[in-house]
């Protein structure tokens, strides 16, 4: 099956399977899309399987391409190392990936981020944003050289990097942090609970917490962005889990308040990477870079 396999093959595949459409791949690639047809028709036939069912308005991987991502990532991955290798240039250089939650890049990432830049401006920092599971999926399957997380996964295949211990609060609008302040947290059974999604590990905790305290939340609100929730939070009848961090301005001019409950909560953030990953020099230097970030960090 190797010899017949091409480079090209394999970054038509990616490009198709990111952008959902044969178009925008050529596009992406400086291809027409025909090219990008034939490449993906050709490939499909040395698999001897179909790698994208064609919809109306996108494309989407079937469980073959699914299966076959993990390898075309690891493909075009491994070319970049040899590339990097072969050059002999003393600056940083190459692309490397970061997956995280929104909230941890806005509260702790961007001064590493700022720094970085900096120093090695030769290298494309992709960050992409994601709750717990897409963080560690696309870990899992070699899409992304790194994630961080607000846990350590416990799995075999992956390497944990503790970064930064992170305490999280119950925050609501001083209205109501004074009403359950003098009635208690039951208080709280008739207001809406605003967090990231189920898939999100803040609203698991809340969820626990909520329930042991004997709240019972009737109504959820999913919001993505960290600056809505707080926004929505402030004014009035609602309430989040959040990193206490995120809050540090709000809490200083009494726009936000911390609920009473106890004990306090915090997650382990972490840099996660696959144990089989084959990182380039760069991206090793970046890990290295980040861990003694927060090292400094925490030592403050």
Do not use: W
């Amino acid at each position: 099956m190797i010899d017949p396999l091409e480079g090209r093959f394999f970054q038509a595949f990616i490009a198709v399977l990111e952008e959902k459409s044969f178009s925008r791949a050529a596009d992406k690639l400086g291809y027409v899309q025909s090219t990008i047809t034939t490449h993906i028709q050709l490939l499909e036939k040395i698999c001897g399987q179909r790698l994208f069912h064609r919809l109306p308005r996108e494309v989407k991987p079937t469980e073959a391409g699914v299966k076959l991502s993990k390898y075309a990532y690891q493909y075009i991955h491994l070319s970049n190392c040899i590339q990097e290798s072969m050059d002999a240039l003393d600056q940083p250089h190459g692309t490397v990936r970061v997956r995280m939650q929104e909230s941890f890049f806005l509260t702790r990432m961007l001064p590493f981020m700022q720094r970085y830049i900096k120093e090695c401006p030769e290298v494309k920092l992709r960050v992409e944003a994601g709750f717990y599971q897409d963080i560690l999926d696309g870990v899992l399957d070699f899409a992304v050289d790194f994630g961080i997380v607000p846990q350590n996964p416990d799995r075999h295949e992956i390497l944990f990097y503790p970064l930064i211990e992170e305490n999280i609060v119950f925050t609501a609008s001083p209205r109501l942090a004074l009403e359950v302040k003098d009635l208690g947290v039951q208080v709280l059974n008739g207001e809406i609970f605003i967090s990231g999604g189920t898939s999100c590990l803040y609203h698991t905790k809340a969820s626990e917490v909520l329930k042991k305290s004997g709240v019972q939340v009737k109504d959820a609100l999913e919001l993505a962005s960290l600056e809505m929730i707080k926004q929505i939070v402030s004014c009035g009848k609602s309430f989040a889990l959040i990193p206490e961090i995120a809050i540090k301005k709000e809490l200083k001019f009494g726009e936000l308040k911390v609920l009473p409950f106890s004990p306090k909560m915090n997650f382990t953030h972490g840099l996660i990477v696959h144990k089989d990953r084959e990182l380039t020099s760069t991206a090793k230097r970046f890990q290295s870079q980040l861990i003694d970030f927060f090292s400094n960090e925490e030592k403050c």
